[in-house]
């Protein structure tokens, strides 16, 4: 029996992680958080995608046959070659999926202006896998993009809610709906940010909703093992939860309560092959 894995370069991956077990608490989840080399928003699509498919690899190799990139740099710049290019060779069986898609599915349901805005890393926004994947469901819809380069940082050093982050947080968001007046819905395209909902709610206007990733993965993942009982049934049913890091996992333990809102045990792991 497989479990389900979930990937991202840090932390932020969390934040899906609790939004699914918390949809399918019964199934069995690894956790693999690259924190040795995040964060990836700045590096080049090569870098991404050989970092990614190494902890793919690593996912399948401790027992998982279906991996979700809980992480927007890594889905933007690594999920279609790896499924296209590597998935045949690791496994036919074996499936990779993102975060971009499902949301781009559903995310025009929350504009009734038809304007919505971006936030994100800046190689997800450079990527533009929204763009062109909310065009594919939402034709008519007008969406504009702003990179927060310096978010992740803040967030990963626990460094946020200092006068200074506020002041950087508050320029973005300005920048954002500066673009276009008519915005009234903005994606938070990056898994760390929705730990800046409460600072963010200060500088958008309350006629703005601002949309997390969590419950959309979630509803699409689980709506995706119903179309698929084939991986379905393979799935192990113990509600077992593992975490590990390719960094320090004191360090990831200590950070990963203000993101998956529970205190955890985390081991590490070495992805790269020798």
């Known amino acids: ?86 998935l045949p060779r690791l496994g036919a069986h074996k499936r990779v999926l993102g975060v971009i898609r499902p949301t781009a599915e ?41 990179a927060c380069p310096l978010w992740v940082p803040l967030v990963e050093a626990n460094a946020y809610q200092t006068e200074a982050a506020q002041l950087i947080i508050r320029s973005d968001v300005s920048q954002l709906l500066e673009q276009d007046e008519q915005i009234d819905a903005i994606l938070l395209a990056c898994t760390h940010y929705p730990i800046l909902t409460p600072i963010l709610q200060q500088f958008v206007p309350d006629s703005v909703s601002i949309i997390s990733q ?6 699409s993942l689980a709506d ?3 179309r698929h009982p084939e991986m379905e049934t393979r799935m192990d049913k113990k509600g077992a939860e593992l975490f590990f890091t390719t960094g320090d996992a004191g360090d990831f333990e200590a950070h990963a309560s203000l993101f998956f809102g529970k205190e955890i045990k985390a081991g590490t792991c070495n992805v790269v092959k020798k």
């Open 106 to 146: 559903v995310v025009g349901q929350y504009s009734r202006s038809k304007h919505i805005g971006i936030l994100g890393t800046m190689g997800t926004v450079q990527s533009e896998s929204y763009l062109i994947e909310i065009k594919n469901f939402a034709p008519d819809m007008e969406v504009t993009q702003h």
């Open 224 to 226: 995706y093992l119903q």
């Open 214 to 219: 969590g419950e959309l993965v979630a509803d």
């Open 1 to 86: 029996m497989a479990s389900i894995g979930i990937f991202d370069s840090g932390y932020g991956g969390l934040t899906v992680f609790k939004s699914i077990a918390a949809r399918m608490p019964e199934y069995n989840y690894i956790y693999l958080g690259d924190n040795a080399r995040a964060p990836y928003g700045n590096r080049s699509f090569e870098t991404v995608y050989e970092y990614t498919l190494e902890c793919v690899e690593w996912l399948f190799a401790a027992g998982c046959e279906l991996v979700i990139l809980a992480c927007n740099t890594a889905s933007a710049k690594a999920l279609r070659t790896i499924q296209q290019h590597d």
